[in-house]
């Protein structure tokens, strides 16, 4: 299943579990607030699920992102975006199915994705980049593992992690 191990699965069952989590009533509070999550954007950064080739007037997604970008690069971004990942509007754009950084391009102006994308074809993730994460030792710090929770609150932790 491609529900966890690509990227655009893993934001879509994201987007399912935080849908079924908002649909609770103990979760009717925003996590500002110290509720439960409710929204993806809660729990990742700021992504949007795009295909190459789609027209940007008529596709849901394009039209989503594109007033992101827009809310972004004007100084009004979404309460879910920390302001201090806003300063240069910078996004990715990422290959659903690429890893270690394969075929990733960093923009901040909209045509240059438009360009990009036009000479691509398939699905790829536009996410709004972390303009100031957090360092160790000067550099970013990734950890990429597997983590289970059953609804017990049992973890189950797969051991092929890598930093």
Not at 18 to 30: E, G, N
Not at 53 to 61: I, L, N
Not at 113 to 129: D, P
Request: glycine content about 8%.
């Amino acid at each position: 299943s491609d529900a966890l191990v690509t990227k655009d699965g893993l934001l879509r069952s994201l987007n399912a579990a935080m849908v079924s989590a908002a649909a609770r009533p103990s979760s009717a509070r925003d996590v500002a607030s110290g509720g439960a999550p409710t929204h993806v954007f809660d729990v990742c950064p700021t992504t949007f699920l795009v295909r190459a080739g789609q027209r940007v007037d008529t596709d849901s997604a394009w039209q989503e992102f594109a007033r992101r970008f827009r809310d972004v690069g004007a100084g009004r971004p979404a309460l879910r975006m920390p302001l201090k990942h806003c300063a240069a509007n910078l996004w990715a754009l990422k290959p659903v199915r690429g890893a270690g950084g394969s075929g990733v391009r960093v923009f901040s102006d909209m045509h240059v994705l438009m360009a990009a994308l036009r000479r691509r074809e398939g699905s790829y993730l536009v996410q709004k980049l972390v303009e100031r994460p957090l360092l160790v030792d000067g550099r970013k710090a990734t950890i990429h593992t597997f983590l289970l929770v059953t609804d017990t609150l049992d973890a189950y932790v797969w051991r092929g992690a890598y930093a």
